[in-house]
């Protein structure tokens, strides 16, 4: 359940300035630069998560700051993610914690798991100079910190949170990209296709069809709750991009992730029409 709707993908090598370069189904470089998207502080975005007609859990996350510094603006996000009471063989309580710049990806990352009165924590920071991730995990509650590891990487990554707000920003780029991931600690690459096809998508928190654009991709790597393989997705066809649905596999089978909230200034989630 966790990471369900951040699987989006970034690849930027370490010396890339105003372009960012990706990769395209041959496996050539092509200069695509993200959208001037700007997220709205205070945003909040709320979804339910569903196998077949049961309902597992909320995804809820939230803008929290933007910050403008002299060399760079960066955004403080947050994920919660919870299963619902009573569900059998899941019981899933944690927190997400993204700072990432404009040219969204990640400079540091926390994850919180929460296990009755217990709260462990891993911390990913990125240090892109000396081309590595360093990991620190430990006692959340009595900010004990128990081991340490690094990870050697040679290009700019995503974390499991950065990746939803890249997702937004590359949504009407037209292209296919593959990007190498971090992931439970661990490398890996996926493969995601922005070929803006229009669609419309009915969900239960709205009462008329919605106007998306759709997308799918492929995750070569295994997340938490066995997320892995392929994955599809719908955001608002408009320029706050929301997410609006997703659908992708887990240990249990596919599960559909539906947005059910949201707090955002001015935006109403656009109505499809035929053209």
């Known amino acids: 359940m966790k990471q369900l709707l951040l699987c989006s993908i970034l690849i930027f090598t370490l010396n890339c300035h105003s372009d960012t370069l990706l990769r395209d189904k041959k496996n050539n470089f092509i200069n695509t630069k993200p959208e001037n998207v700007e997220f709205e502080v205070g945003e909040e975005l709320v979804y339910n998560v569903s196998y077949l007609f049961l309902n597992l859990g909320e995804i809820k996350i939230k803008v929290i700051d933007k910050i403008v510094e002299p060399d760079r603006t ?3 996000t947050i994920a919660y993610i919870d299963s619902y009471r009573g569900i059998p063989f899941v019981s899933l ?6 700072i990432f710049d404009q040219k969204l990806y990640s400079y540091w990352f926390r994850e919180l798991i929460k296990s009755g009165s217990n709260i462990d924590f891993i911390t990913f920071n990125y240090d892109y100079p000396n081309k590595r991730v360093i990991f620190e995990s430990g006692d959340f509650l009595k900010n004990i910190v128990k081991e340490k590891d690094t990870l050697q990487i040679d290009t700019l990554s995503q974390d499991g949170l950065s990746l939803f707000f890249l997702a937004r920003a590359y949504l ?3 292209d296919t990209i593959i990007a190498p991931t971090i992931m ?3 490398k890996g690459s996926a493969v995601i296709n922005f070929y803006g096809q229009r669609k419309s998508v009915k ?3 709205i009462d008329y069809p919605v106007d998306v654009v759709e997308f799918s991709g492929n995750a070569n790597f295994v997340g938490v709750y066995g997320f892995t393989g392929g994955f599809e997705g719908w955001f608002s066809n408009d320029e706050a991009r929301v997410p609006i649905m997703a659908k992708l596999k887990v240990l249990i089978g596919k599960v559909k992730v539906e947005l059910t909230q949201w707090k955002k200034k001015n935006w109403i989630p656009p109505r499809y029409k035929e053209n």
Do not use: L, T
């Open 93 to 98: 309580h944690e927190v997400y914690e993204s």
């Open 184 to 186: 439970i600690g661990k």
């Open 172 to 174: 009407f780029s037209n």
């Open 203 to 205: 969900i239960k928190s």
């Open 74 to 76: 960066v955004y403080k």
